[in-house]
């Protein structure tokens, strides 16, 4: 309850400092998107995307896989056990 007092009374001069900053408004136009996705649709049209997909899932996969991995590692030599 004393935490959360204390917490409280952080974020609402958090709050009031933010409120301070002027508001930000982004005006962007979309002809960029449009050829992007005009660029990115003929080349989806040209290469076998069942193929890619595939390949980019088992990239995907073999990451995350050796990501776990190290972080497994990593917990395990700060384990004092040995």
Same mark, same amino acid.
């Given at each position: 309850?004393? @935490? ?7 974020? @609402?001069?958090?709050?009031? +400092? ?6 930000? #408004? ?10 992007? &996705?005009?660029? &990115?649709?003929?080349?989806?049209? +040209? &290469?076998? +995307?069942?193929?890619? #997909? ?5 990239? &995907? #996969? ?21």
């Amino acid at each position: 309850m004393i @935490a959360e007092f204390f917490l409280n009374i952080i974020f @609402a001069l958090v709050e009031g +400092m933010f409120s301070i900053l002027p508001d930000i #408004s982004w005006d962007v136009g979309t002809g960029v998107f449009s050829s992007f &996705l005009d660029v &990115l649709s003929c080349v989806c049209y +040209m &290469l076998p +995307m069942g193929t890619v #997909s595939v390949i980019a899932g088992l990239t &995907l #996969s073999i990451s995350i896989f050796r990501a776990v991995i190290a972080l497994v590692k990593t917990i395990w030599d700060l384990l004092p056990i040995v």
